[in-house]
Antibody, heavy 116, light 108 residues
Framework: EVQLVESGGGLVKPGGSLRLSCAAS????????MNWVRQAPGKGLEWVSS????????YYADSVKGRFTISRDNAKNSLYLQMNSLRAEDTAVYYC?????????WGQGTLVTVSS | EIVMTQSPATLSVSPGERATLSCRAS??????LAWYQQKPGQAPRLLIY???TRATGIPARFSGSGSGAEFTLTISSLQSEDFAVYYC??????????FGQGTKLEIK
């Protein structure tokens, strides 16, 4: 069974930093492209970032470019999102997902709240 | 960036009836379109990719159609568990991929 479990969310002040993690199991993580997708409270889905299986490509949404960094550790079956210079508009549930182009498996999400 | 527009925003349908949800792209996305279902407090679930291919484990009552800029998700006979929010997503011009704003399917 595919499992994606996010952690690391919480309350942070504007300008602060947070690192999200996603632990993967039940599939060949090292062969899978991975993504972060977020959802602001009561809003729709927004793609944030993607990374290929071997770091061959890394992409970011314009809204987070230069502030967020996606990375992965295939030996640990883990995906990460380093978030710096956080803003109120970054408040959202952050989902880890697998897949190339579309998102076939999703974690349950971790809530990030940016507020003073 | 390609803008995805879903209609209607809310659709009220009785159990057992057919539901038809629409998604329009601001330019052609070929068949590079996916549909997701999201229930309250849950993560989205992939239903359809390639505009018409059901994802693993998705019941046959869900079907997708369309190409270019006009797409439809049809649920042939609504079950109680189908009432949720549905999102379309294009991945033709990626990155970025973009989502529609969602259609809420509610019980009539």
């Amino acid at each position: 069974e595919v499992q994606l479990v996010e952690s690391g969310g919480g309350l942070v002040k504007p300008g602060g930093s947070l690192r999200l993690s996603c632990a993967a199991s039940g599939f060949t993580f090292s062969s899978s492209s991975m993504n972060w997708v977020r959802q602001a409270p009561g809003k729709g889905l927004e793609w944030v970032s993607s990374i290929s299986s071997s770091n061959g490509y890394i992409y970011y949404a314009d809204s987070v470019k230069g502030r967020f960094t996606i990375s992965r550790d295939n030996a640990k079956n883990s995906l990460y999102l380093q978030m710096n210079s956080l803003r109120a508009e970054d408040t959202a549930v952050y989902y880890c997902s697998s897949g190339l182009y579309y998102f076939d498996y999703w974690g349950q999400g971790t809530l990030v709240t940016v507020s003073s | 960036e390609i803008v995805m527009t879903q209609s209607p925003a809310t659709l009220s349908v009785s159990p057992g009836e057919r539901a038809t949800l629409s998604c329009r792209a601001s330019q052609s996305v070929s068949s590079n379109l996916a549909w997701y279902q999201q229930k309250p407090g849950q993560a989205p679930r992939l239903l359809i990719y390639g505009a018409s291919t059901r994802a693993t484990g998705i019941p046959a009552r869900f079907s997708g159609s369309g190409s270019g800029a006009e797409f439809t998700l049809t649920i042939s006979s609504l079950q109680s568990e189908d009432f949720a929010v549905y999102y379309c997503q294009q991945y033709n011009n990626w990155p970025p991929c973009t989502f529609g704003q969602g259609t809420k399917l509610e019980i009539k």
